[in-house]
């Protein structure tokens, strides 16, 4: 009976060690945040892959890696990491904006824009404000105008978001509306010595051409 009480609890303490992947995984996780809010990087980013390991299901060890990643200045491997995840959690919308966040880091305006369009709840002003900045690095001028007025509609006071409105529409050689846009940029009274300064030399420059065309 001696040796069947051994066995019975050897069987207990071996269920009790026995930890599904998803269990094993979720534990990694804690470990590595805990390092991570230790400043110990290296380690939680060890505890992340292991996590990761065990469960590709862990949305939370992608989110964690990445930032990791980004810290370091590391945007293409925060890139690769986020698109690992998203294999799994394809609409995650705290997973997406972490790659947008990484795809700007790594200049990849035109991606970060498509994953704005057709994957994020565009939820704020801020965001349309932000797709419209996008473009405008992309040199996409109307796109740019389309989305900073959709900014400006939620938001009217935002100078910054009149400026870049003013700068495309400039390119586009609308400079009636141009100028009505620089105007509201310094009308808002938020823009700083150096950007009023900007807007006041465009609105002029505006002006003169205008001068020019009619003489």
């Given at each position: 009976?001696?040796?069947?009480?051994?066995?019975?609890?050897?069987?207990?303490?071996?269920?009790?060690?026995?930890?599904?992947?998803?269990?094993?995984?979720?534990?990694?996780?804690?470990?590595?945040?805990?390092?991570?809010?230790?400043?110990?990087?290296?380690?939680?980013?060890?505890?992340?892959?292991?996590?990761?390991?065990?469960?590709?299901?862990?949305?939370?060890?992608?989110?964690?890696?990445?930032?990791?990643?980004?810290?370091?200045?590391?945007?293409?491997?925060?890139?690769?990491?986020?698109?690992?995840?998203?294999l799994n959690h394809q609409d995650d919308q705290a997973l997406l904006r972490l790659y947008l966040q990484s795809l700007v880091q790594e200049s990849?305006?035109?991606?970060?824009?498509?994953?704005?369009?057709?994957?994020?709840?565009?939820?704020?002003?801020?965001?349309?404000?932000?797709?419209?900045?996008?473009?405008?690095?992309?040199?996409?001028?109307?796109?740019?105008?389309?989305?900073?007025?959709?900014?400006?509609?939620?938001?009217?006071?935002?100078?910054?978001?009149?400026?870049?409105?003013?700068?495309?529409?400039?390119?586009?050689?609308?400079?009636?509306?141009?100028?009505?846009?620089?105007?509201?940029?310094?009308?808002?009274?938020?823009?700083?010595?150096?950007?009023?300064?900007?807007?006041?030399?465009?609105?002029?420059?505006?002006?003169?051409?205008?001068?020019?065309?009619?003489?």
């Amino acid at each position: 009976a001696g040796d069947d009480t051994v066995e019975a609890l050897a069987v207990v303490s071996k269920k009790q060690r026995e930890y599904t992947p998803q269990e094993k995984s979720t534990q990694a996780y804690r470990v590595a945040a805990s390092l991570y809010k230790q400043g110990s990087k290296q380690q939680a980013k060890a505890s992340l892959k292991e996590a990761i390991a065990y469960s590709t299901n862990n949305i939370n060890a992608y989110s964690l890696l990445a930032v990791i990643y980004l810290e370091d200045g590391r945007a293409e491997r925060a890139t690769e990491t986020i698109e690992a995840g998203l294999l799994n959690h394809q609409d995650d919308q705290a997973l997406l904006r972490l790659y947008l966040q990484s795809l700007v880091q790594e200049s990849r305006y035109k991606e970060a824009a498509a994953v704005m369009e057709k994957r994020l709840r565009l939820t704020s002003p801020e965001d349309f404000g932000y797709l419209a900045g996008l473009y405008q690095k992309q040199k996409d001028h109307l796109s740019a105008v389309k989305y900073y007025a959709r900014a400006l509609q939620l938001k009217p006071s935002t100078s910054l978001w009149w400026m870049g409105q003013g700068i495309s529409l400039e390119v586009m050689e609308k400079y009636e509306e141009a100028l009505q846009s620089y105007q509201q940029s310094i009308n808002t009274g938020q823009l700083s010595g150096k950007l009023a300064q900007y807007a006041i030399s465009r609105i002029k420059t505006i002006r003169q051409l205008d001068a020019d065309l009619v003489s």
